[in-house]
Structures are given as structure tokens and as C-alpha cells.
């Protein structure tokens, strides 16, 4: 008995020992010991390996499916009107009035809606061009060689033996690190030097939990990083978001009050730093989120705020419609733009697939998780630009830099219908095509109508 | 996939056929209620139909046998109308049968005017829309019945095939798997 405890605490302090001087120390100066890296360019080196060894056994076997990753619908971006036209064989004297063809428009548009939708495939995790060797995205492929299987047992093993409980144990030494940091650091009166700590705990907690994911970061543009007093939006993928950006700056985070774990968590930072937190009825009062959010904003001294217009995550494809709230709060924005590499794990958190819980096992039995964020300059609104606007332009430029697409749907319509108001619009772009030169009348006058072709 | 004789002969075919695969993982995933076939609810989940004012034609179209829903079969060879092997003729049966509601093989006045409602929304009156579709039925009516053959609507239409984008790259297996199904039901 005796023994099992002298064990127990034998583990426990080297346990301590190594998460302090390796992880801790390191963490607290903002340097790596090189351990991920090294892991990375292995890991990278075995992909590679097997995707080529993946290919040559595809050539051999010509009987199994080749996985069509890329759309299988070639669509031409036109404008209605185009189309339109290209469809009537650029007939002049049938311009401007009803032609039979028209209706061959809308069903062909339906059509390529049916086959693949540009929208609903955002709410699922994109598909991979080459198998990473992880049993959940073996989908399309199929015994190759006895060396692969090999690699991916032992991929198994190392993943779930080995790296599993160093990452979780990692984990929960960071996030309780960081509840009993912040509580410390709240006991301090007010000065620059417990901003000065608590940003420093904050930090140093974040590194940790970071590292219990095996996440690289690659930050480019340091120089635009937001600054006190400003608003940060990024796009949304996961909820470790928060921890990618949280490891190189200060934020002070928006969201709703939780009960529980993370309701504990949420109480003892605000000790510390002064992050904005909503009760659930107030969230819905869209004054007072708004007021309290420029409070924060007016004092210039304070952290920057740290928000996700889309408002849910979306799978790392492409950025969805930014809701003009966060835009309307005034201040300086301060885009960032995250992508995820997904050979080595798949960050994207399906909330109706899978739990917090489940969510973070995956994750933490991944590969590693490898990003890259780009802090983009700063910008404001500008004279004559509404918030949807800026909401808009903020939006196109995040989605460049990302190499993400720029789609103008809203993230909620994985939970709700499409409103009337966009099916009408289709119905009047297609009236304003065909009422011309004088062949329909309207019901408003042939002057407000008329449009050049 | 279907229960019938012609959908086991489709499961064969379809460890070969990549984009058969494909359809079907689609056909699953839009199924939502997991009962084999498609309702209207289900294809009204996906937003860009939503906003389609025609979605109800296309549905239809689709549903050969009238049973207001879309089994695989059905999906399949809805979607193979545009196909990049398609030909003139699939492209004009099928821009027929948009307009022709109760498919007796003729359009009539009520109907184009129907599909034309659709199109249009409220934006314009009901008396324009009645021109306009006066004015079709006029020039294209040869016969003088007051209606549209396919015949007829040939003539007026000219769908360019070769400038025809935004197809599904479906290929030969799928008009195989057609031509078996067709054979099946013979």
C-alpha cells in the first residue's frame, strides 16, 4: 500500500518537474524547446510517405474508387442576367420580354443546388485530397499495402498510449493553473503591476493548454496586432480559437455565462482582467450588450475585445456572413484571419455531431494541430458605409488573406430556415430582366424600370 | 437505395462508379428522415432551393412516377438531364416539362401562366403576366389549339447545347445504369 503511494508520488513529482522547467519556464518567456517542431517535420515527412505510397496503390488497382474531392459540378459564375442571355442565344429582338427558356434558368440553378450546395457543406468537415493516416477519415480508401497498415497501427498507438494522456494531463494542469492564478492575481489591488501579472498568467496558461494540443502557430504580421482598446474579429472554426489567439496577446473575451467547469473558469478571470460577460437574458437585449461593449471599448486602457461575428463555427472552408453587431459598437477593428492545416487533425467542432467533450478527445488524439493566423492592418468605417457594409469589407479581406471562400450566407441557417425576403428577390431580379423597352408594363412606372442590357 | 430488383442491380454497379458513389452519399445526406426517398421537406432544408422560385417545378420534374416523392432512382436521372453527354433533345424534354404542370404533353395557357407567377412573385400584375403569356402562346401555336406541343416548342426554343455550363460531370456509367433500369421496367 505504502509503496503504491511512494510510486504515485514519485510520478507526480517528476510529473511537476517536467511541466515546470519544460513547459512552464519556457512558456512564461514565450520560447519552445523545438520538441513540436521536430514532431511536426516527422510527422510531415510520414504523410508524405504514405500518400505517395497511397497513389502508386491506387494505380495498381484500377477497380477502386478514386475519391472525387473537388466539386463535381462545374458552375459558371454568372449573374442572372448572363445567363439568361446565354441561354436565349443572345436573340436580340427576344430581349426584354418573356422567353420560354427562362424558366430553364431557375431549374438549373435547383439543380446544382441539389447535386452540391454551397452552404450546407460548410457545416460539415471538409474532406481530405490524401488519407492522414487517422482512422476517422477513412472514408474513401482502402487496403493498399501491409507497410501502411503497419504505420497506421502504430499511429494508433503512439496516439492514444502515448500522446493521449500527456495532452489531457497537460491540459488540466494549464486550465487549473489558470483558475488559481487568476483568483491569486484577483487579490491584488489595482495597479499596472496586476495587469502586468495577470496578462503574464494568462499567457503562460494559455502556452500550456496549447501545448496539450500539440498546437504550432504560425503568427505572421505581429506588427498589426490589435492593440488596448480595440476589437479583434476573426473567423470561427472552433472553440480553441480562443486559445490560438490567446497565446500571443491579451483579449478580453465576450460570451455568456456558464454554469459549471467553465462557469468556475469565467468568474476567476474576470478577477484578474476585466472580460465582458452576459447572463443569458441580457444577450438578448441587444442595447445593453452594445452599451456595455463601447464602455469597454471608450476606455482606451483596457484589453482588446476579442469577437466572432459569424456568431457559430463554421468548417474552415470559408467565412460566412459577419453580423453587423460587433460593427456598430464604434472603435478601431482589428481583422485576424485562422486557417487550420487539416492534414494533421481536423479542428472544425461540428456542434451537432459531437459534444464539448467528445470534441476535445478528438482533438487531443489528432496528430497535432497546425495553424496559421495573419493579423491584417487595422481598419475603421468610413463615411457613407453603413455597419453591414464594413461588416462586408471587413469580411473580403479576411477571407483573402485566409484563402477562404467569401460567401454572403449566414452561419445561423445551419439551425433555421432561409427568410422570404431572398426568394423574392430572385423573383425581382428575374421581373426587372424581363420587363424592356416597352413590352410589359409594371406596376411602378417604365422610367424607375427601365435598365440597360 | 431503392428495394427493387433495379435497385440491387444499381448496388453492383455502383462499387464501380465513383460518381454514382458520390450521388448516393448525396442522396443520403439530403435524406434527413432516412426513409429511402425524398420529400419536399427535405430538399426545402438546403437554403439555395429556398430561394429558388421554381423549386416546386424541379421537384416534380423529378417525381416521375407521381408519388411526390424522389427515390434514387428518380434522383439519379433527374440529375443526369444536364449531363455533359446530354443531348439536345433530353435538354429540350426537359425545358418542356418545366412549363407543363399536369405533363399531358402540352403546355396551356393556365399552366404558362402559372410557372410564369412563380418566376415573378408579386413584382407585376397579373393582366401583364397574361399578355405576356398571350403573346407566347400566339407566336408558337402553329396548330391553332391554343396550347403548346412539344412539336411547337422545339421550334420556338433553340437551346445552344455547346454553351452549356454549370453541367454535372456524370458519365458513362450513369446512362448505363439508366438504359438497365429502362430495360427492367420494359
Known amino acids: ?453 | 437505395m431503392g428495394t427493387s430488383a433495379a435497385g440491387n442491380r444499381l448496388c453492383v454497379i455502383s462499387e464501380e462508379g465513383g460518381e454514382i458513389r458520390r450521388l448516393g452519399k448525396r442522396f443520403r445526406k439530403l435524406d434527413l428522415d432516412g426513409s429511402g426517398s425524398l420529400s419536399v421537406d427535405d430538399f426545402m432544408s438546403l437554403p439555395e432551393l429556398q430561394q429558388n422560385p421554381l423549386v416546386r417545378r424541379i421537384i416534380d420534374i423529378f417525381d416521375t412516377d407521381g408519388n411526390g416523392e424522389i427515390d434514387f432512382i428518380e434522383f439519379i436521372r433527374g440529375v443526369s438531364q444536364f449531363s455533359i453527354r446530354g443531348n439536345q433533345q433530353q435538354k429540350l424534354n426537359f425545358a418542356f416539362r418545366v412549363y407543363d404542370v399536369d405533363k399531358d404533353g402540352f403546355i396551356s395557357n393556365g399552366e404558362l401562366f402559372q410557372v410564369l407567377k412563380a418566376m415573378v412573385g408579386s413584382n407585376l400584375q397579373d393582366a401583364a403576366l397574361q399578355q405576356a403569356v398571350d403573346k407566347t402562346i400566339l407566336s408558337a401555336d402553329r396548330d391553332g389549339d391554343g396550347r403548346i406541343s412539344f412539336h411547337e416548342f422545339c421550334t420556338v426554343v433553340d437551346l445552344v447545347v455547346s454553351h452549356q455550363h454549370g453541367h454535372t460531370q456524370l458519365g458513362p456509367l450513369v446512362q448505363k445504369v439508366l438504359v438497365l433500369n429502362k430495360t427492367h421496367q420494359t
Open chain 1, 1 to 453: 500500500m505504502e509503496n503504491l503511494w511512494y510510486v504515485a508520488g514519485t510520478i507526480f513529482q517528476l510529473w511537476m518537474f517536467v511541466v515546470v522547467f519544460f513547459i512552464m519556464l519556457p512558456a512564461m518567456f514565450g520560447l519552445s524547446l523545438g520538441v513540436t517542431e521536430v514532431y511536426i517535420q516527422v510527422l510531415v515527412k510520414i504523410l508524405e510517405w504514405a500518400t505517395l505510397r497511397i497513389q502508386r496503390g491506387q494505380q495498381e488497382q484500377p477497380s477502386a474508387p478514386i475519391p472525387l474531392h473537388t466539386g463535381i459540378i462545374e458552375r459558371v459564375g454568372g449573374s442572372m442576367e448572363e445567363e439568361m442571355w446565354q441561354l436565349r442565344c443572345s436573340r436580340p429582338e427576344a430581349a426584354g420580354a418573356f422567353c420560354l427558356s427562362d424558366g430553364v434558368y431557375f431549374c438549373k440553378k435547383g439543380l446544382e443546388s441539389i447535386v452540391e450546395d454551397q452552404v450546407t457543406q460548410r457545416f460539415s468537415s471538409e474532406e481530405l485530397a490524401s488519407w492522414n493516416l487517422l482512422t476517422r477519415t477513412n472514408q474513401n480508401f482502402y487496403y493498399i499495402s501491409l507497410r501502411l497498415t503497419i504505420i497506421w497501427g502504430l499511429g494508433v498507438f503512439v496516439r492514444y498510449c502515448v500522446l493521449l494522456p500527456f495532452r489531457i494531463a497537460l491540459a488540466s494542469t494549464g486550465i487549473s493553473w489558470l483558475v488559481i492564478g487568476t483568483c491569486v492575481v484577483g487579490f491584488l489591488p489595482e495597479s499596472s503591476a496586476k495587469n502586468w501579472l495577470s496578462e503574464l498568467v494568462h499567457l503562460t496558461c494559455y502556452r500550456i493548454c496549447a501545448r496539450g494540443l500539440s498546437a504550432t502557430i504560425h503568427y505572421h504580421n505581429k506588427e498589426n496586432r490589435p492593440q488596448k482598446g480595440g476589437i479583434c474579429v476573426a473567423n470561427h472554426t472552433t472553440p480553441i480559437d480562443v486559445v490560438i489567439l490567446a497565446n500571443d496577446g491579451c483579449y478580453a473575451m465576450v460570451g455568456q455565462t456558464h454554469g459549471g467547469l467553465l462557469g468556475i473558469l469565467q468568474k476567476s478571470m474576470v478577477r484578474s482582467c476585466p472580460h465582458v460577460w452576459f447572463e443569458r437574458s441580457e444577450m438578448k437585449d441587444r442595447n445593453t450588450v452594445t452599451r456595455r461593449l463601447r464602455h469597454h471599448v471608450a476606455a482606451k486602457t483596457k484589453l482588446p475585445i476579442l469577437i466572432f461575428p459569424e456568431g457559430t463555427c463554421v468548417n474552415n472552408t470559408s467565412v460566412m456572413m459577419f453580423k453587423k453587431g460587433s460593427f456598430e459598437i464604434g472603435g478601431t477593428i482589428y481583422p485576424v484571419a485562422i486557417k487550420y492545416d487539416r492534414r494533421f487533425g481536423d479542428a472544425f467542432w461540428n456542434s451537432s455531431k459531437y459534444n464539448m467533450v467528445s470534441y476535445l478527445l478528438r482533438m487531443m488524439t489528432s496528430w497535432a494541430i497546425v495553424v496559421n493566423v495573419w493579423y491584417l492592418p487595422p481598419m475603421t468605417i468610413q463615411d457613407g458605409e453603413d455597419a453591414a457594409q464594413f461588416a462586408n469589407r471587413v469580411k473580403s479581406v479576411i477571407a483573402h488573406q485566409g484563402g477562404l471562400l467569401d460567401l454572403a450566407w449566414d452561419g445561423g441557417l445551419k439551425r433555421c430556415k432561409v427568410k422570404d425576403s431572398l426568394k423574392e428577390e430572385q423573383q425581382k431580379m428575374y421581373s426587372n430582366i424581363i420587363v424592356g423597352q416597352n413590352h410589359i408594363r409594371t406596376t411602378k412606372t417604365c422610367s424607375e424600370t427601365r435598365e440597360d442590357q
